[in-house]
T-cell receptor, first 111, second 111 residues
Framework: QKEVEQNSGPLSVPEGAIASLNCTYS??????FFWYRQYSGKSPELIMF????GDKEDGRFTAQLNKASQYVSLLIRDSQPSDSATYLC???????????FGTGTQLKVEL | DAGITQSPRYKITETGRQVTLMCHQT?????MFWYRQDLGHGLRLIYY???????DKGEVPDGYVVSRSKTENFPLTLESATRSQTSVYFC??????????FGSGTRLTVV
């Protein structure tokens, strides 16, 4: 079983809609959680991190964490075509600042 | 320029040759990482370093060697390249637990 699981997609949403991206992880001791965006042919870029249960908002992005359910999600409000990318969930599973990444969910925002 | 720089951007090498991928960061971040990214596997950790002269294996270290004599540099060497090492390689750095900043990547092809 992979330590960090994501649905590979593609997830298609119309422009202006809310995109919901989900991630589950297996290590109950994980303390920090990250979302990265990766455009095709580019390197991943950090968009959100969350440490505590609940919601964390930054502009159009909201990260949600539920440690009891071992679940982290990313909501993108008012989705734009420029949001079309692969979104990677990453979890600090082993300490030492090492991140384990999911395989990513491809998001397509359609006009 | 400030940031994290990888070189070369593209490399083609022959099976059995030694090749070194370079990574340089200007922030004096303590942590540096090497990941490879392959379709179906996502990002997998090869090696990481918590400080100069401190390195440790990640998930897929076989066939790779690293060194870190200076905080800012973290080269990755493939001692005898194999076709299975054809991949996109990303270097990243971080300080504490605030997420990584990735370099632009090196696309390596072993023929």
């Amino acid at each position: 079983q992979k330590e960090v699981e994501q649905n590979s997609g593609p997830l298609s949403v119309p422009e202006g809609a809310i995109a919901s991206l989900n991630c589950t992880y297996s290590d109950r001791g994980s303390q920090s959680f990250f979302w990265y965006r990766q455009y095709s042919g580019k390197s991943p870029e950090l968009i959100m991190f969350i440490y505590s249960n609940g919601d964390k908002e930054d502009g159009r992005f909201t990260a949600q964490l539920n440690k009891a359910s071992q679940y982290v999600s990313l909501l993108i409000r008012d989705s734009q075509p420029s949001d079309s990318a692969t979104y990677l969930c990453a979890v600090n599973t082993g300490g030492g600042n090492k991140l384990t990444f999911g395989t990513g969910t491809q998001l397509k925002v359609e006009l | 320029d400030a940031g994290i720089t990888q070189s070369p951007r593209y490399k083609i090498t022959e099976t059995g040759r030694q090749v070194t991928l370079m990574c340089h960061q200007t922030w004096s971040h303590s942590y540096m990482f090497w990941y490879r990214q392959d379709l179906g596997h996502g990002l997998r950790l090869i090696y990481y370093s918590a400080a100069a002269d401190i390195t440790d294996k990640g998930e897929v270290p076989d066939g790779y060697v690293v060194s870190r004599s200076k905080t800012e540099n973290f080269p990755l060497t493939l001692e005898s390249a194999t076709r299975s090492q054809t991949s996109v390689y990303f270097c990243a750095s971080s300080e504490l637990d605030y997420g990584y900043t990735f370099g632009s990547g090196t696309r390596l092809t072993v023929v």
